[in-house]
């Protein structure tokens, strides 16, 4: 018996891909929107953290 039949089965399960594709177009369009809108002084600190050291050599 082949997956697809198991899903034939299940009541309502054509809304779990248009739900996913909602949430997946959703969350890329919030995270774009913030990217656009961000500090550019914040972007800027969180682009050097990995290169600054605290440590005293």
Known sequence: M???NYLEGI???GIYP???LILFFAF????TIWV???????INKMEN??????EIE
Do not use: M
Not at 49 to 54: I, N, V
């Open 2 to 4: 082949k997956f697809i």
């Open 11 to 13: 009541t309502g399960v």
């Open 18 to 20: 248009l739900t996913s």
């Open 28 to 31: 890329f369009s919030i995270l």
């Open 36 to 42: 656009i809108k961000a500090d550019k002084k914040f």
């Open 49 to 54: 953290l990995p290169l600054q050291s605290d």
